[in-house]
């Protein structure tokens, strides 16, 4: 975990409301995909948590939605601008876990990007992959390509049909035939997920004060008792979640 | 001599920063980014008899130069903070550290500064008296200066250490309040604790945090913090411990020009983990440009001019 500032190198739309800025300075503080960064941003007091899509050495890469008026001024940002920034926050995804299994990396809408990460890392080590990416809509979709060229099998749901299969990424998961989920996406999505009884890791998003563990601000309850999703989390395993 | 010690009941603060309750967890997490000796005191999240979850998220909320939170006084219980938080935290800092106590009635604050007196490790007593009276229709203790009294006399008969109330803002009088805390025996007041505030999405119509009204800090509450704090030190001759909205080393002058002896650093260190590092470094600059001398010569100047 380490406060700095960081250098915007790029800041592009992907699709509709969705952009991705590639962030230059020190990484050394991230050790596994599905962490995240918490960016200070002119004018408004609370930092905005995001999730890491990918890193490598130097190099950060954040895909973010256009919500409202934090993302819309991250939005505006360009080249040779610079943020603070606290890096390497939260857990991330454990890959060690998913070694030999039968991999369904599962990301829907704005929970796609860390599970790119995920997947890269996976495959590098090659392992068996699926990625299974769901979107409400054709035009809002982003990086097919990317997984596509991770040599990955990969599976499109829309809400709508209009790309890939008509549906959600649960109904592709039931014909995947994986024995292992690593997921991020809105709670309904994970809920789905996490019904379908298949051990794995879920990353969850909470409304957050510090986002280092500091304030108690994003609690969420656990089977194993109360866990800050900023810290203990995102990532939790599927056997300490729970839905009721 | 150190330009910026400061006393507290006659307990000697290197600096008069302190990290406030439920910003700073009980220092473990903060020092994954500093070395916590830096700072004057320490003080710990705020502890109750039993465990307690809290409230429902969404707990946080944000405003223009704040935020609100509704937390709901998360915390592992007096036991497991005394039996595990206090050895671990102490083996990192050497410096004040004050205990915050909760409670829903005068019985439990009594039992735990009764656990948190026999703690070796803990140096002042810091009772908040916002929590709701739940035998008395949920009134929170610190609006009424008789129940204010009352917790701070029961807190006092059954522990040897500097006894500090933290004040509600929630009230009209707060002049009153200190009078009342002072009268049944405090060594100290610490104010102001979070104002209530609101926020709503303009877009549904529904508040933001799970319990619709939460507390407000930030910067945006310092005029408010620092009138309350001068207004206290007029009716009282007991150290204060001002708080609320500090994030710079001026902010620390002025809450010591109004009479507070030592300051606490709230919602800045969620924001900006370096922040009270950050304030103590810039405090000597601070005197030198100004041309003090030391912090010891500025307490309450406000109330000479």
Redesign the interface.
């Known amino acids: 975990?380490t406060?700095g500032i960081y250098i915007v190198l790029s800041n592009c739309q992907l699709a509709r409301d969705t952009w991705e800025m590639v962030l230059g300075g020190d990484t050394s503080a991230l050790t596994n995909p599905g962490q995240f960064i918490n960016i200070?941003i002119e004018g408004?007091?609370?930092?905005r948590p995001i999730s890491v899509c990918c890193y490598d050495p130097g190099t950060i890469t954040i895909i973010y939605k256009v919500v409202g008026k934090g993302t819309r001024k991250l939005s505006a940002m360009t080249p040779g601008d610079t943020l603070d920034v606290?890096v390497g926050l939260g857990n991330g995804f454990d890959v060690a876990k998913a070694h030999g299994r039968k991999i369904a990396v599962i990301g829907g809408g704005v929970g796609v990007p860390p599970m790119y990460d995920t997947a890269r890392r996976l495959a590098a080590q090659g392992e068996d992959v699926t990625a299974i990416l769901g979107f409400a809509t054709k035009d809002v979709s982003f990086y097919i390509e990317k997984f596509e060229a991770l040599g990955v099998r990969l599976m499109i749901t829309t809400d709508d049909g209009s790309m890939g299969q008509k549906g959600f990424v649960t109904d592709a998961l039931r014909e995947s035939g994986c024995d292992y989920v690593m997921a991020c996406g809105p709670t309904p999505m994970l809920k789905g997920v996490h019904r379908s009884g298949i051990e794995g890791q879920l990353s969850f998003e909470?409304?957050?004060?510090?986002g280092?563990?500091?304030?108690?601000?994003?609690?969420?309850?656990t089977l194993v008792g109360?866990k800050r999703v900023c810290?203990d989390g995102p990532v939790f395993s599927t056997s300490e979640v729970s839905f009721e | 001599m150190n330009r910026l010690e400061t006393y507290l009941s006659g307990i000697k603060l290197k600096n008069p920063v302190i990290p406030a309750s439920g910003t700073f967890g009980f220092g473990q997490e903060m020092a994954r980014f500093y070395d916590l000796n830096v700072l004057g005191g320490i003080s710990l999240k705020g502890t109750t008899g039993e465990e307690r979850f809290g409230n429902p998220t969404p707990r946080i909320a944000e405003c223009r130069e704040g935020l609100l939170n509704a937390v709901g006084l998360q915390n592992p219980g007096v036991d497991a903070v005394v039996a595990h938080e206090l050895p671990a935290v102490r083996k990192i800092y050497d410096g004040v550290l004050l205990a915050n106590i909760s409670g829903f009635s005068v019985e439990e604050y009594v039992a735990v500064a009764r656990k948190f007196d026999a703690a070796d490790e803990i140096d002042i007593l810091e009772i908040n008296i916002s929590c709701p009276n739940v035998r008395h229709g949920g009134m929170a203790f610190g609006t009424d200066p008789g129940a204010a009294q009352e917790v701070t006399a029961a807190v006092k008969a059954v522990t040897k250490k500097p006894v500090y109330m933290k004040l509600s803002p929630n009230v009209t009088d707060i002049a009153a309040i200190a009078r009342a805390c002072e009268a049944g025996g405090a060594d100290g007041i610490t104010l102001i604790n979070t104002l209530l505030g609101m926020v709503i999405d303009p877009r549904t119509g529904r508040p933001i945090v799970s319990t619709k009204m939460s507390g407000f800090s930030g910067p945006a509450i310092k005029p408010v913090a620092l009138r309350m704090v001068y207004q206290a030190a007029a009716a009282v001759n007991i150290p204060i411990i001002g708080v609320g909205g500090i994030s710079t080393a001026d902010d620390v002058l002025e809450f010591m020009s109004a009479g507070a002896s030592a300051v606490q650093v709230g919602a800045q260190n969620l924001v900006d983990p370096f922040a009270c590092p950050r304030i103590i470094n810039e405090l000597p600059r601070k005197l030198d440009e100004y041309g003090i001398g030391s912090l010891q010569e500025i307490i309450g100047r406000s109330h000479k001019l």
């Open positions: 975990m406060k200070a408004l007091y609370l930092r606290i909470e409304r957050m004060g510090c280092f563990g500091a304030c108690m601000g994003c609690t969420c309850q109360p810290l």
